[in-house]
């Protein structure tokens, strides 16, 4: 089993900036893929960026250069950088801990940016 615990969330004003955390505990296998998912009200789950254990990252096209994921793999934590925040990412943002063949949600932050 893993635990992801979120922090960060919070609302913010367009244009500024939030940083999301994500510490994994348990099981944790040291290759893995970790990542952030969102999901507004009425609208299915989305990809917003993952990051390997070996450092490699893959974002969602909406959110290329104003956001940036990086992990800290010492840590098992992930972080989630959000800049130039917009109305539209206002959502429930989910930590998302892969390794086959199994995955984990953590619990989910709010974001909420206001225009």
């Known amino acids: 089993q893993v635990q992801l615990v979120e922090s960060g969330g919070g609302l913010v004003q367009a244009g500024g900036s939030l940083r999301l955390s994500c510490a994994a505990s348990?099981?944790?296998?040291?290759?893995?893929?970790m990542g952030w998912y969102r999901q507004a009200p009425g609208k299915q789950r989305e990809l917003v960026a993952t990051i390997s254990s070996g450092g490699k990252t893959n974002y969602a096209d909406s959110v290329k250069g104003r956001f940036t994921i990086s992990r800290d793999n010492a840590k098992n934590t992930v972080y989630l950088q959000m800049n130039s925040l917009k109305p539209e990412d206002t959502s429930v943002y989910y930590c998302?801990?892969?390794?086959?063949?199994?995955?984990?949600w953590g619990q989910g932050t709010q974001v909420t940016v206001s225009s």
């Open positions: 998302h801990y892969y390794v086959v063949p199994s995955d984990y």
């Open positions: 348990g099981s944790i296998f040291s290759t893995n893929v």
